[in-house]
């Protein structure tokens, strides 16, 4: 089974950093595409980054480019999510979800197709931002 789970979620002020990880079992993790997704209270599930570990691209919504680096480390099958300069805005649960098809994942995270089109999810980690 795959499986996914994230960690390092918590509480930081504004301008501050976070490192979230997501660790991968029970996949090839070279044939799979695994995205950071985030929900706030209130609001819909939407796409954060994401990195195809085949060629180690990346993709970024616009709200975090320049502020989040995604990362793998493909010997431990963990995807990285270095998160520098939050604002208050960034406050939400944040989940990693994999797919064996790099483009469900990459069009979830840029918002083309709705995100439960990512079929692997996993239990998410709270981010809270502090102004």
């Known amino acids: 089974d795959v499986q996914l789970q994230a960690s390092g979620g918590g509480l930081v002020q504004s301008g501050g950093s976070l490192r979230l990880s997501c660790a991968a079992s029970g996949l090839t993790f070279d044939d799979y595409a695994i995205g950071w997704f985030r929900q706030a209270p209130g609001k819909e599930r939407e796409g954060v980054s994401c990195i195809a570990s085949s060629d180690s691209s990346t993709y970024y919504a616009d709200s975090v ?3 989040f680096t ?3 480390d493909d010997a431990k099958k963990t995807v990285i999510l ?5 604002k208050p805005e960034d406050t939400a649960v944040y989940y990693c979800a994999a797919d064996p098809h790099i483009g469900q994942v990459v069009n979830s995270v840029l918002g083309v197709i709705a995100w439960d089109a990512v079929r692997y999810w996993g239990k998410g980690t709270q981010v809270t931002v502090s102004s």
């Open 82 to 86: 270095q998160m520098n300069n939050v």
């Open 65 to 67: 480019k320049g502020r």
């Open 70 to 72: 995604i990362s793998s």
